[in-house]
């Protein structure tokens, strides 16, 4: 950009090429139907591609943007794809976006309030604004006491940091050598983050009781399992501590009962979450608020809005009740970052409520969502894709090759291919060929999970492009695989 | 934004608007120096300023920018700034910025190669580029063997994640109830992110162990007082696992000695990091190279690049020899992630390196850092910092009434307004007064420490806007401030 006296943040360089990036992000939007969804590159592809050190003189925007076009994007898998039904969805929006660039432009780090205030601010008013569109208890709310939200990175950060605060509030009563009998309760459906949280706590691995679940309560966490886990593991001398319960289980969307789960971690002075990260953008609107009835009960709260919400990656919503319990386990003092509002205890100081020190201005971009789009707007999005997989839960319902496999509750159905002659031995293979099959074409990209030993397929609606002729197109897709599969058995 | 049938992601609605977001940062960076660089706000401004909740109908990006203009920038604190001489910069450039642009609008989450191997892949070619530039030893580079580079959030999660690794490394040979006899070592200067790693680990606080510095050493840890620490322990049926060393200590850029404390860390099995996050950027200079001289008996080295490398936060690169040992102590391998390249061990999945499961494509603003301005640019920015870094020494050692604190070695100057007539009792109070006088001005931000008891100013240069006339102004600033607390006394 320039050779001699770099002038890294020249305010007309700026413009003059961010307008540039600017046209090529909304022609990559405008062309995002022409590349194949899923990635189809080998891996060590763009090793080859590349020169194998960085250069000694500078390089232009155009060549970059170019080894952009022809290099990057190939090896791209296009979460903003319209056909994109993989795993859950990860929006973007341009009120997103907006987001991130301001929040990229200003870049600064908000560890401590005096770092910039408004970066706190801003968080704990828009965590106040969203509880509130969640109808959050008062008590997890900035403005009511001790609780408030705070953004982590992602759910896993979020179960981490909350599992951290529980497990040293219960060491400070029973001496830190209690950790070894410290024990943690969730479902065999529970996402893999609470398993890692509990490896970097040092849980001793097989205190952390992940309880089965079945097709008979559609791989939910029965209370009654629970209470006696609890119970079995009091009488050996043991100590529950966390109980993680999940709306909208990663495999199924599963919905584990908060309330009778909850009434039982309050029983037993058990600290209970509530990992809501995929299901929790759906509460929004009234007809599905029902499904954290009980939320009441916990101690924590988390969903993310980078998944079905607007808000580009990373924003992950955490809500505590008891800020201290964080902060006691998560705070550092040193001197140069000591300040008058700091000491006084005047603000909030998010670095103790989070494992790293730095922090963006991640706040933005979910006020931007919030206040671009509006609530009403915000609750059509989701019961649009709501109808969608209704509308293809019907498409599969319709055909008898296939069958849905659990009773779809959000955005997300889970389906397979039936085997031929009902020759259960083949049906996984069968489905996994399926899924390579379809994801190979490039057309649609889709996962899969494994339920009570069955290979499962996995049809998430959620991308912010996908119309109904997206899933229309995506089901014949995975139709004339299908054929063509049983055709060559 | 559209009031009925949102399209959250339109091309041209995407197009109109991030122009418009273009301009509004461009100018930000052209009115910079109107704003008080430390915000000025009262705790609790923001709250008086906002709805409490969010709207049912879409607002304008107008009326959101008026609001960014009126309500939020006022409690910024300008990091990128020229008048920004705080704790460490945290850089913004055009080249990074685009970078994080291209990042938002491509959104995707690579925690697995599949899911953009285009993610993983340029994160390890880059990383191998600034491996090369900092002329790390091979087995650091994703090249050869089982070493490899990883972006992390912050050089906490850095330190965090070897930590684990270092730990479960030993708990493998000695069984997890051997967890509370691990020791941790490092000088009392270290960052205090590695006691948060250690709080968060399980590791006993009283077995982290920060050994004494002193002016003697210019606060860099002794390798003789180590020696001695670990023989202590170990007489004492303890277990020494892990040494933080830093390259550029957060107080003073202290040095710690790095091949005679790798050396006793080899020699005694310990897990040796090293802590570059600041200093780091400096040693792509060759004159500065020597600072990390030791690094080859090092088994992780970390520096952030969004500190003082104009890579936007954030972006803190950490390097390992054995890869296996994170992915050991970090990996989860739920069904709903399984795939062909992953099961076939062909690929890095970032995942199993840290902590969160998401994650950014943040290599793309590393490897725009690197192409749009070249090696050469970058060591030329390096060094007119540490020229003016210089050149404020000198400032500060021709005015009597100051001293310069330690000596300077990169581009941080500590020191101090001298208390009158020798009087140390009121030094300190003094020079509290004085960051309070001059912060308050709101034409600069200085922040502080305390060595060896004394409380000391610290000018760090870095903002990538900075120039000589800022440097000038600053001390100008400083010198007004000590005349008046020094004619009041």
Chains 1, 2 share one sequence.
């Not at 492009?465 to 899933?471: D, I």
């Amino acid at each position: 950009m320039e050779s001699k006296g770099l002038q890294p943040m020249d305010s007309e360089q700026l413009r003059e090429n961010a307008h540039k990036m600017v046209d090529f992000i909304a022609d990559y939007y405008k062309s995002i139907e022409n590349f194949p969804v899923l990635s189809q590159v080998e891996p060590g592809y763009l090793r080859e591609l590349l020169p194998d050190s960085a250069p000694n003189q500078p390089e232009t925007l155009q060549n970059v943007l170019d080894d952009v076009q022809a290099k990057i994007l190939p090896g791209v898998t296009h979460w903003q794809s319209p056909s994109y039904f993989a795993y859950y969805p990860s929006n973007s929006s341009v009120a997103g976006f907006l987001g991130e660039m301001l929040s990229a432009g200003i870049n600064m780090v908000g560890f401590s309030w005096i770092t910039s205030p408004a970066a706190t601010e801003l968080e704990m008013i828009v965590l106040d604004w969203l509880g509130k569109l969640l109808k959050l208890p008062e008590d997890f709310l900035s403005t009511a006491g001790q609780g408030g939200g705070v953004i982590q990175g992602t759910a896993s950060e979020a179960v981490l940091v909350v599992l951290l605060a529980a497990r040293d509030r219960v060491l400070r009563k029973l001496g830190k050598n209690a950790l070894e009998k410290l024990v943690v309760y969730a479902s065999d459906q529970t996402h893999s983050a609470l398993q890692k949280a509990c490896q970097i706590g040092g849980i001793h691995p097989e205190n952390c009781k992940l309880l089965k679940t079945d097709s008979s309560t559609n791989y939910a966490l029965s209370p009654n399992l629970l209470s006696k886990a609890i119970s079995d593991d009091i009488s050996t001398g043991l100590v529950p501590f966390f109980l993680c319960a999940t709306v909208g289980t990663t495999s199924s969307t599963a919905v584990d009962p908060l309330l009778s789960l909850g009434k039982i971690a309050k029983n037993n002075g058990i600290w209970f979450h509530v990992d809501a990260a995929y299901a929790g953008s759906a509460c929004i609107c009234p007809e599905y608020r029902c499904y954290i009835d009980g939320v009441e009960e916990a101690d924590s709260f988390n969903m993310n809005a980078h998944k079905w919400f607007l808000t580009n990656f990373d924003c992950s919503a955490l809500w505590v009740k008891d800020r201290n319990a964080l902060i006691q386990s998560l705070s550092t003092n040193p001197e140069f970052l000591k300040n008058k509002a700091s000491q006084a205890k005047m603000v909030v100081d998010y670095k103790d409520w989070q494992i790293p020190l730095g922090r963006r201005f991640r706040s933005l971009k979910l006020w931007m969502v919030l206040r671009l789009y509006g609530l009403e707007n915000l609750q059509c999005y989701i019961r649009n894709h709501i109808n969608l997989a209704k509308y293809f839960e019907g498409l599969v319902a319709a055909d008898s090759r296939f069958e849905v496999v659990t009773p779809r509750v959000f955005s997300l159905v889970c389906f397979r291919l039936l085997p031929p002659n009902n020759n259960e031995d083949h049906g996984n293979n069968l489905n996994h060929d399926l899924l390579d099959a379809v994801n190979s074409t490039g057309k649609i990209f889709i996962s899969h999970t494994v339920l009570s030993g069955k290979y499962i397929l996995r049809f998430a609606v959620g991308a912010p492009l996908t119309e109904e002729r997206h899933v229309t197109a995506a089901w014949k897709v995975l139709q004339d695989e299908a054929s063509a599969l049983l055709g060559s058995l």
